[in-house]
C-alpha cells in the first residue's frame, strides 16, 4: 500500500470568492450569508477545520452554483465569529498557507464545494534567512512606503510592521497584502513558492506601481 502524502489534503472544504485573495499571514474578513457557506463556519468551528478560499476566475464560463476559480489557493483558519440572530455571521479567517486543487470532488454529502488538494508550503517552517534578506527587507520597505503615501492608517502599520522582529516571510506577506490592491497581482503572487520569488516579485511590482504613478504626475 502506498505511503499517504502528509501534503495532501483529502476532503478540503471551499470557499470561492471573486476578485479576493487570502495571503499567508493575513486577516480577511467575510459575512457569511448563504445557507451553504453557514453550513461550512459551522463545521469549521466544531471541529476546527482549515478551508480553502480559491478565487474566481474572471471571465470564465458562468454558472451560479459552481464557477470556476483558480487552482492556487490560500488556507484560512476562523480567529473571530459573530453570530447574528438570523443565521448569519461574521467572521474573520487566518491566511495558514497555501494549496492547490488536484480534483474537485462530488460530495453529496455537504452542500458546499470541495476538493482534493495538496499544500504547496507550511508557513510555520519558513526558509531561513541568506545575506539577501536584509536589502530585500530594505528595498521593499522603501518602496511600500511610497506606495502607501497618503494612506496615514497604512503608512503607520508598515512602519510599525517593518520595526518589529517578525520573520521575514511573515514581513514580506503582509507588506503584500497592504500594498497590492488588484486581484491579479495579488494572485500572481500567491502562485509563487518561496520567500526569495515573493520578496522579488513584490518589489518589481511596487516599483512598477511608483514608476506609473510617476508618469501620470508629469504627464
Known amino acids: 500500500m502506498p505511503e499517504h502524502d502528509a501534503a495532501l489534503l483529502d476532503d478540503l ?67 473571530r465569529h459573530q453570530a447574528l440572530p438570523d443565521g448569519r455571521s461574521n467572521i474573520v479567517v487566518l491566511g495558514v498557507g497555501r494549496a492547490e486543487l488536484v480534483e474537485e470532488l462530488d460530495n453529496q454529502d455537504v452542500p458546499y464545494r470541495s476538493g482534493r488538494c495538496r499544500r504547496l508550503d507550511d508557513i510555520r517552517n519558513p526558509a531561513p534567512a541568506d545575506c539577501k534578506t536584509g536589502p530585500r527587507l530594505a528595498q521593499l520597505h522603501l518602496a511600500a512606503r511610497q506606495v502607501v503615501h497618503g494612506r496615514e492608517d497604512v503608512t503607520e502599520e508598515v512602519e510599525r510592521l517593518l520595526t518589529t ?19 491579479d497581482d495579488r494572485m500572481a503572487y500567491l502562485r509563487l513558492s518561496t520567500f526569495a520569488e515573493r520578496a522579488d516579485h513584490l518589489l518589481a511590482t511596487l516599483t512598477g506601481i511608483l514608476f506609473a504613478k510617476r508618469s501620470v504626475a508629469e504627464g
Open 165 to 183: 522582529d517578525r520573520d521575514p516571510a511573515e514581513v514580506v506577506d503582509i507588506l503584500a497584502h497592504m500594498c497590492l490592491r488588484c486581484a
Open 13 to 79: 472544504p471551499l470557499f470561492p470568492l471573486p476578485r479576493v485573495v487570502l495571503l499567508p499571514h493575513t486577516l480577511l474578513p467575510l459575512h457569511i450569508f448563504e445557507p451553504r457557506y453557514r453550513a461550512l463556519v459551522r463545521r469549521a468551528i466544531d471541529e476546527g477545520l482549515t478551508f480553502g478560499i480559491p478565487t474566481i476566475q474572471e471571465g470564465g464560463p458562468r454558472t451560479d452554483d459552481c464557477p470556476p476559480f483558480h487552482p492556487v489557493m490560500g488556507l484560512a483558519r476562523i480567529v
